[in-house]
């Protein structure tokens, strides 16, 4: 049993700031990539930025120099810190975590999504 438990979403005024969290837990040998997704209605997911196990970051260019994505190896922990958030920011945003389990091996999971709501 996995589980991959977002946190931290809400509704926030233009230029403000919301830090998003995602634990995984469960029989896990090695927690490998994990990255943020967002999805708003009618649109398709998209990748908004990933982060290796090694801490090397790849970002959105529609995100770059305002979100910063980290984790926290120890705790199976990913992080967005959103800063300077716009309107098109709205999005249900996803957890994906890359976890390597004894005999299956790399396996990609999905957290439950978070709701972030970017309005004036």
């Known amino acids: 049993q996995v589980h991959l438990v977002e946190s931290g979403g809400g509704l926030v005024q233009p230029g403000g700031s919301l830090r998003l969290s995602c634990a995984a837990s469960?029989?896990?040998?090695?927690?490998?990539?994990m990255g943020w997704y967002r999805q708003a209605p009618g649109t398709e997911r998209e990748l908004v930025a990933e982060i290796t196990r090694g801490g090397s970051a790849n970002y959105a260019d529609s995100v770059k120099g305002r979100f910063t994505v980290s984790r926290d190896n120890a705790k199976n922990t990913v992080y967005l810190q959103m800063n300077s958030l716009k309107p098109e920011d709205t999005a249900v945003y996803y957890c994906i975590a890359n976890l390597v389990f004894r005999y299956r091996g790399q396996e990609k999971h999905w957290g439950q999504g978070t709701q972030v709501t970017v309005s004036s």
């Open positions: 469960g029989n896990i040998v090695t927690v490998n990539t």
